[in-house]
């Protein structure tokens, strides 16, 4: 029986040198120079340090762009409120990887309201989808590629 699954999952290798291109780019600006500025990376969280709110909001869109262009989707971006203090300034942008059992239940009411004749099971941290026809299976990916649900969604062991 065709099935596939659906996984919303982030590189973590892509992410570890976007972050990294980033710290080189503010090595390199003029406006970042000696200012202590950095990006740090642990578990999917990047915290990004600076002197004032301003600069904070220059490296979010560094990181943004760096993220984009080595191919890790800016949809999965959770942006945290900056703290200040009198000296620093940081802010947390936490990666969401993984599908959460709210945005698992969303993914399965969207394909049951199809009325296309598949099921979706989930099953951890991902969507199983399986139906007699590989057309339906292809609609089903197409219907969830259009909704909005806010999380990056990958499409991974089609078997037929």
Known sequence: MPSFDVVSELDAHEITNAVDQANR???????FKDTGARFELEDFVVTLHAQVEFQLRQMLEILKMRLSKR????????????????????????LRHGIDAETGRRITRIIKDSKLKIQA????????????????????????????????????????
Do not use: H, Y
Not at 73 to 81: F, G, I, L, Y
Not at 85 to 92: K, T
Not at 123 to 151: C, E, F, P, Y
């Open 25 to 31: 780019e503010l090595a390199q600006r003029f406006d």
């Open 71 to 94: 191919g890790v989707d800016v949809a999965c971006m959770e942006v945290k409120e900056p703290q200040t203090s009198l000296s620093a300034a940081r802010q947390q942008v936490v």
């Open 121 to 160: 099971s989930i099953q951890g941290d991902k969507v199983r989808v399986t139906g007699k026809q590989r057309d339906d299976l292809q609609a089903a990916i197409q219907l969830l590629r259009r909704s909005d649900l806010g999380v990056p969604l990958q499409f991974k062991n089609f078997r037929d």
